[in-house]
């Protein structure tokens, strides 16, 4: 994967070795490096194709990452928070640096 790319981010994740299901949470927040992501503003959505939720990132916001951005999801139902580990992607240069 390469800066610049479309990078879609299905969120395979479980809670208590449960996967994910549509409407388990009232709000999911998907970080990396600087922008955020949520399930309330949209961002993310539930895709039935894949049984999971799933966002994707754009070409601009993705050649705004490090060569390598680290990235957690966090979820809430009610007044619990969990999240996930601090993960890493690691994205290779491109020659073109314009949005296409």
Known sequence: MNKGDTIEIVLAYTVDGEPLA?????????????????????????DGDFGAYTLFI??????????????????????KVVSSNIQHLVLDETISKKVI
């Open 22 to 46: 549509q409407g388990d949470f009232d709000e999911i927040e998907f970080s990396i490096g600087t922008k955020r992501y949520t399930l309330t503003h949209e961002d993310i959505t539930w």
């Open 58 to 79: 754009g070409q601009a916001d993705s050649f705004a990452l490090g060569g390598q951005a680290s990235y957690q999801v966090r979820f809430k139902k009610g007044t």
